[in-house]
């Protein structure tokens, strides 16, 4: 298999953060903007990561362990963007875009996959003490609903892990503080097939839409959910990827990622 040549210009993140001074008679307004795209993964990409998430030999960012191409179980990754994310000030909350590639597989066309991806919004923080399985790398059994918790997520979730409040069928959620989904969507996972995802935050509406879709257009799955952005999570913040396996295994990759946070104040 022919390995792709490395281009600084598409590894590098293409960062903008600014402020701009808008001036008129005595109104002033001040934007704060946060933008990145990462076309593959590589070590020259500025992440944080935490437990077992690498880069792969593939360009892609690999959330959960394997070896030789084979999901290993009991693994638990994340990774934090090291650009921060102004969200709200002054009661104003920015609008929020970002869109990525995920792989999620499981070689053994017999066996189980488990237990899933998410996208999260978040404080930087260290990786929970177990938090793998169905806690996708988010919680532990301390932090999970806690009242100190700050946190938004998305699950892309393959195993239903009924005790801790999975619906009984893989689904796509929207969480809140908590690994219990505030919202879900039935999901055909597709073993192998890249999924385009679309995540958007519109703050007038308060609204968090998650699209989703296999590449060649099917199992398409379209969520919302009312939040406030501005009540939830801190002031600034961070997005990121963890990924999980339990007693069942998958290959949890992320192959792109680009991001875009507007607030102006």
């Not at 946060?34 to 960012?61: C, E």
């Not at 920015?94 to 978040?122: E, H, K, R, W």
Request: hydrophobic share 35%; net charge neutral.
């Amino acid at each position: 298999m022919a390995i792709p040549k490395k281009h600084h210009s598409s590894t590098l993140p293409l960062v903008l953060t600014f402020i701009t001074f808008y001036c008129l008679n005595v109104v002033t307004s001040v934007t704060y903007s946060t933008t990145f795209t990462y076309d593959r993964f590589d070590s020259d990409t500025d992440l944080l990561m935490q437990g077992n998430a690498v880069f792969s030999p593939n360009f892609a960012l690999e959330l959960t362990k394997e070896r030789n191409g084979i999901p290993q179980s009991g693994s638990v990754g994340r990774t934090f963007s090291t650009f921060p994310i102004v969200l709200h000030m002054s009661g104003r909350v920015a609008t929020i875009s970002t869109s990525f590639v995920l792989n999620i597989s499981q070689p053994n066309s017999t066996a189980t996959p488990a237990d899933g991806i998410t996208f999260f919004i978040a404080p930087i923080s260290d990786l929970p003490p177990r938090s793998g399985g169905g806690f996708l790398g988010l919680f532990s059994n301390q932090t999970n609903s806690s009242s100190t918790t700050s946190i938004v997520a998305v699950e892309f979730d393959t195993y239903p892990n009924l005790d801790i409040g999975d619906p009984n069928y893989r689904h796509i959620g929207i969480n809140v503080n908590s690994i219990k989904s505030s919202a879900t969507s039935r999901w055909n996972f597709r073993s192998g097939e890249p999924l385009n995802v679309t995540i958007t935050y519109d703050p007038s509406l308060k609204r968090l839409r998650v699209v989703a879709s296999y590449t060649n257009g099917n199992n398409h799955v379209d969520l919302a959910y009312r939040i406030d952005f501005g009540s939830v999570l801190s002031e600034q913040v961070y997005a990121g990827f963890s990924g999980s396996t339990g007693k069942y295994a998958e290959v949890n990759h992320v192959n792109s990622w680009s991001f875009n946070s507007t607030l102006v104040v």
